[in-house]
Protein backbone atom coordinates (compact mmCIF):
# COMPACT_ATOMS: atom_id res chain seq x y z
CA UNK A 1 0.00 0.00 0.00
CA UNK A 2 3.03 2.35 0.63
CA UNK A 3 4.31 1.95 -2.80
CA UNK A 4 0.47 2.99 -4.33
CA UNK A 5 0.37 5.67 -2.24
CA UNK A 6 4.07 6.92 -3.51
CA UNK A 7 2.71 6.16 -7.01
CA UNK A 8 -0.35 8.80 -6.55
CA UNK A 9 1.42 11.13 -5.20
CA UNK A 10 3.91 11.05 -8.23
CA UNK A 11 0.82 11.20 -10.27
CA UNK A 12 -0.68 14.39 -8.51
CA UNK A 13 2.27 15.92 -8.97
CA UNK A 14 3.06 14.98 -12.93
CA UNK A 15 -0.90 15.49 -13.58
CA UNK A 16 -0.90 18.87 -11.99
CA UNK A 17 2.53 19.59 -14.12
CA UNK A 18 0.90 17.97 -17.64
CA UNK A 19 -2.68 19.42 -17.61
CA UNK A 20 -2.24 22.65 -18.32
CA UNK A 21 -0.07 21.87 -21.31
CA UNK A 22 -3.06 19.54 -22.50
CA UNK A 23 -5.69 21.80 -22.14
CA UNK A 24 -3.53 24.33 -24.21
CA UNK A 25 -2.86 21.96 -27.10
CA UNK A 26 -6.36 20.81 -27.36
CA UNK A 27 -7.85 24.10 -27.17
CA UNK A 28 -5.60 25.72 -30.03
CA UNK A 29 -6.54 23.42 -32.46
CA UNK A 30 -10.30 25.08 -32.20
CA UNK A 31 -11.40 27.66 -34.07
CA UNK A 32 -11.47 31.60 -31.39
CA UNK A 33 -15.15 31.18 -31.08
CA UNK A 34 -15.16 27.52 -30.50
CA UNK A 35 -12.74 27.74 -27.62
CA UNK A 36 -15.27 28.16 -25.03
CA UNK A 37 -17.41 24.98 -25.99
CA UNK A 38 -13.99 22.97 -26.29
CA UNK A 39 -12.97 23.91 -23.39
CA UNK A 40 -16.31 23.70 -21.61
CA UNK A 41 -16.60 19.70 -23.28
CA UNK A 42 -12.46 19.38 -21.85
CA UNK A 43 -13.44 19.85 -18.43
CA UNK A 44 -16.86 18.11 -18.34
CA UNK A 45 -14.71 15.07 -19.64
CA UNK A 46 -12.08 15.27 -17.25
CA UNK A 47 -14.17 15.82 -14.42
CA UNK A 48 -17.05 12.99 -15.63
CA UNK A 49 -13.73 10.77 -15.81
CA UNK A 50 -12.55 11.67 -12.27
CA UNK A 51 -15.82 10.69 -11.18
CA UNK A 52 -16.07 7.23 -12.76
CA UNK A 53 -12.55 6.23 -12.14
CA UNK A 54 -13.07 5.32 -8.39
CA UNK A 55 -16.03 3.46 -9.09
CA UNK A 56 -14.82 1.52 -11.70
CA UNK A 57 -11.96 0.45 -8.96
CA UNK A 58 -14.11 0.05 -6.74
CA UNK A 59 -16.15 -2.41 -9.10
CA UNK A 60 -12.67 -4.40 -10.10
CA UNK A 61 -11.30 -4.67 -6.78
CA UNK A 62 -13.15 -7.62 -5.40
CA UNK A 63 -12.96 -9.82 -8.59
CA UNK A 64 -9.09 -8.97 -9.02
CA UNK A 65 -8.11 -9.27 -5.48
CA UNK A 66 -7.69 -5.89 -4.47
CA UNK A 67 -6.76 -2.48 -4.95
CA UNK A 68 -3.42 -2.75 -6.38
CA UNK A 69 -4.01 -5.24 -8.99
CA UNK A 70 -7.20 -3.39 -9.95
CA UNK A 71 -5.08 -0.38 -10.18
CA UNK A 72 -2.93 -2.11 -12.39
CA UNK A 73 -5.42 -3.48 -14.50
CA UNK A 74 -6.72 -0.40 -15.27
CA UNK A 75 -3.78 0.95 -16.21
CA UNK A 76 -3.24 -1.59 -18.57
CA UNK A 77 -6.38 -1.36 -20.55
CA UNK A 78 -5.70 2.45 -20.81
CA UNK A 79 -2.54 1.69 -22.74
CA UNK A 80 -4.22 -0.54 -24.80
CA UNK A 81 -6.98 1.82 -25.49
CA UNK A 82 -4.18 4.64 -26.30
CA UNK A 83 -2.52 1.90 -28.60
CA UNK A 84 -5.34 1.12 -30.46
CA UNK A 85 -6.35 5.00 -30.96
CA UNK A 86 -3.21 6.57 -31.29
CA UNK A 87 -3.19 5.63 -35.09
CA UNK A 88 -6.63 7.11 -35.34
CA UNK A 89 -4.96 10.84 -34.28
CA UNK A 90 -2.60 10.69 -37.27
CA UNK A 91 -3.16 13.44 -39.62
CA UNK A 92 -2.45 14.26 -43.59
CA UNK A 93 0.02 17.58 -43.22
CA UNK A 94 -1.87 20.98 -44.50
CA UNK A 95 0.07 22.72 -47.39
CA UNK A 96 0.85 25.82 -46.53
CA UNK A 97 0.86 28.36 -48.98
CA UNK A 98 3.72 29.85 -50.67
CA UNK A 99 4.91 32.92 -48.95
CA UNK A 100 5.65 34.60 -52.46
CA UNK A 101 2.09 34.10 -53.72
CA UNK A 102 0.08 37.24 -53.45
CA UNK A 103 -2.91 37.36 -51.50
CA UNK A 104 -6.38 36.15 -52.90
CA UNK A 105 -9.38 38.22 -51.95
Known sequence: MP????AAV????GTGMLLPSLL????????????GRGTGLWTSAFFLGQ????LVLLGARGPLGG???AVAALGLVTLLLAGVLLPLTRRTPVALPDPEDPPTA
Open 3 to 6: LLIA
Open 10 to 13: VNCV
Open 24 to 35: TLAVSRLDFADR
Open 51 to 54: FVCP
Open 67 to 69: LAT
